[in-house]
């Protein structure tokens, strides 16, 4: 495992519009052992204004929730869970965590499934596995969720599914390099997922049904020369692919609408690039009858953040505004319910961020999620991502 970069901020923000978000979910996998350090450098870059809220790790796998401030005090109780896929294999297979967003349930998954070409059926079979043993919510927290007696998929209003997916492209190195070298570089990208494993085995029904994918308007993800913009020149020699992939799904049409979906090309410490997306999500009222979080964060990740100061890109990510924060005990926002607000019509509007971060240099794999939320007169944005590194 390689050190983490000392500056992440073109990790957490890759585009502006991530600043404001209101919660980050960051996906990790072959995480570097030093995963503390990792919670700190995250905090310390997204700023005083967000906690974090939960955290999971599973082998070398790992899924963070960043939430802002004012949120915390209308979600649910966090549940998480772990999945291995392959015995005595620590880094594939999934870490899963759900909670409920004043009356809508989010199911956030980050996995990394078997690798190199030719192991189609066993990335299927590991894909398979991971929902077969989902085990969310938990027995005795289901309050609040859609009915348990469905599959682990619909008892959620929204899945958010990301990952190292390490699906490839059916194609020679020499052909994929000329359609990326002769055509427009929009029909190249479309072209190629013709002869993209994911999009094949979702069209026939075997994967990720009733889940949907932003355009893929970006070169694949993998593999490339660390620090370099080239594809692979190791002797293997590896054929370009998208890899590194972000998918949702939802329980009622229409209520996610991906805005942004785009690879980060300026983090080159990976044999991956990160990808994230941008999404507008509708939430439904509260409920009155969950297990609220009441205001529960990892205070000691956020007070070790607060003397991170040469790792803050962030101008608003000062010492004296941590502890400012801290002493204000994080009380909701005075002049805004948001319970009222929840309640008053059918349904608000949240905006998601998920970065599909592939990161060899900090911790292997991973990708972010970024979510946002309108209230009556100001937008907080979320954020969903995460590192990632190949296999």
């Known amino acids: 495992m390689q050190k983490y970069p000392d500056d992440l901020t073109d990790l957490c ?153 390490n699906f490839r492209l059916r194609k020679t190195r020499r052909q994929v390099e000329n359609m990326l070298r002769t055509e427009r570089k929009s029909s190249a990208f479309e072209h190629l997922l013709n002869f993209d494993e994911l999009v094949s085995t979702q069209l026939k029904g075997q994967i990720f049904q009733q889940f949907e994918e932003g355009r893929i308007r970006f070169p694949p993800t993998y593999k490339y020369d660390i620090n370099s913009d080239d594809f692979d020149t190791s002797e293997k020699c590896r054929v370009p692919a998208y890899t590194d992939r972000i998918l949702y799904r939802v329980q009622k049409k229409g209520t996610v609408n991906c805005v942004h979906y785009d690879s980060v090309r300026t983090i080159r410490s990976s044999d991956h690039r990160p990808v994230y997306g941008y999404y507008t999500v509708c939430l439904k009222p509260g409920c009155d009858n969950i297990a609220l979080a009441a205001g529960a964060f990892h205070r000691d990740i956020y007070i070790a953040a607060s003397v991170f100061g040469t ?27 948001y319970r009222l607000v929840a309640t008053v019509s059918a349904y608000r509007t949240v905006e998601l961020n998920f970065y599909n971060n592939s990161v060899v240099g900090i911790c292997s794999a991973g990708r972010t999620p970024v979510t946002q939320l309108k209230r009556v007169s100001e937008t907080m944005p979320v954020g969903f991502q995460s590192p990632a590194v190949s296999s």
Do not use: M
Not at 315 to 334: H, I, M, V
């Open 311 to 337: 790792h803050e890109p962030k101008p608003t990510s000062t010492k004296a505004q941590f502890y400012q924060l801290l002493r204000e005990d994080l009380q909701p926002s005075s002049g805004v319910d």
């Open 13 to 165: 923000y890759p585009i502006s519009t991530c600043e404001s978000a209101g919660i980050f979910a960051i996906c990790l996998q072959e995480v570097s052992p030093d995963k503390n350090e990792l919670l700190i450098r995250l905090q310390a870059t997204l700023g005083p204004r967000h906690v974090l809220f939960s955290y999971a790790f599973q082998g070398t796998l790992g899924l963070l929730i960043f939430l802002s401030r004012d949120l915390i005090w209308y979600t649910s109780v966090p549940q998480s869970t772990g999945i291995t896929t392959r015995a005595n294999i620590r880094t594939k297979g999934a870490v899963a965590i759900c909670f409920i967003l004043f009356g809508t349930s989010l199911l956030f998954v980050s996995s990394h499934f078997k690798a190199n070409p030719g192991n189609l059926d066993l990335r299927i079979n590991d894909y398979k596995e991971v929902v077969r043993s989902l085990n969310l919510p938990k027995v005795g927290l289901e309050r609040g969720y859609r009915q348990k007696n469905t599959s682990v998929l619909d008892r959620f209003d929204a899945v958010f599914w990301a990952g190292d997916l």
